[in-house]
């Protein structure tokens, strides 16, 4: 009877594990969203329209002459959940979160500090800072 018991219970304990590793691999409408997004733009920004953060990321691309792809998150119905989303994909919910052929690159203290050590320039292909 004991045997039994540690059996069932066995059972069950894998099946509890199957089912939580079945729901961590299935993933969103808003996570195929963001990697779709990545995957289909030379730079992606997620980005909220009143985030200083934000604008000084932007206004390193512009400073490049690069046209960044930006989703504004603050101007979408489910802005929230892409922000979840990638929170799962990068472990970041911050804002913003910039991708270069789609590579995470990070938030805005990361872009700038790509931009000023020319790392930024390399990974779009471009003259560097100091050439433009």
Do not use: W
């Amino acid at each position: 009877m004991a045997a039994a018991r540690i059996r069932v219970s066995s059972i069950l304990a894998i099946t509890v594990i199957a089912a939580s590793l079945s729901l961590a691999s299935t993933t969103t409408p808003q996570v195929d969203f963001v990697k779709k997004t990545v995957s289909s733009h030379k730079i992606v920004i997620f980005s909220k329209s009143y985030c200083p953060y934000c604008r000084r990321a932007k206004a390193v691309f512009e400073e490049l002459k690069e046209v960044p792809h930006v989703v504004e998150l603050d101007q979408r119905d489910d802005g929230q959940d892409i922000q979840d989303a990638l929170s799962k994909i990068v472990g970041r919910r911050t804002v913003p979160q910039v991708f270069i052929n789609g590579k995470h690159i990070g938030g805005s203290d990361d872009t700038v500090e790509a931009y000023k050590s020319g790392e930024l320039a390399k990974l779009l292909g471009i003259a560097g800072k100091d050439d433009l």
